[in-house]
């Protein structure tokens, strides 16, 4: 069974900047598109990032020139490198995984950004 466990969130001031990690166990991950998602507090999940199996990325607008988003088969993980930082980054950040019609979300892991 896939799980996904994110880690690399944090206290960080604003402009600074943070790498999320999201490791797949199993052995769908190099076949699937994964995505980064984040959620404020009374606000709806939204998407920040997403990469195919073929590493094309597509971004949220919020996101573009900002937060780049990687992946490395090698290692089952997907990466969201967080640059210039801004308090309304603040979320909890969830990866998602999509192969065919699987789709799976890790627990989350919050990013604070402090002004």
């Known amino acids: 069974q896939v799980q996904l466990v994110e880690s690399g969130g944090g206290l960080v001031q604003a402009g600074g900047s943070l790498r999320l990690s999201c490791a797949a166990s199993g052995s769908l991950f190099s076949a699937s598109a994964m995505g980064w998602y984040r959620q404020a507090p009374g606000s709806q999940r939204e998407r920040v990032a997403d990469i195919g199996s073929g590493g094309s990325t597509n971004y949220a607008d919020s996101a573009k020139g900002r937060f780049t988003v990687s992946r490395d088969n090698a290692k089952n993980t997907v990466y969201l490198q967080m640059n210039s930082l801004k308090p309304e980054d603040t979320a909890v950040y969830y990866c998602?995984?999509?192969?065919?019609?699987?789709?799976?979300w890790g627990q989350g892991t919050l990013v604070t950004v402090s002004s």
């Open positions: 998602n995984l999509r192969f065919r019609n699987l789709v799976l």
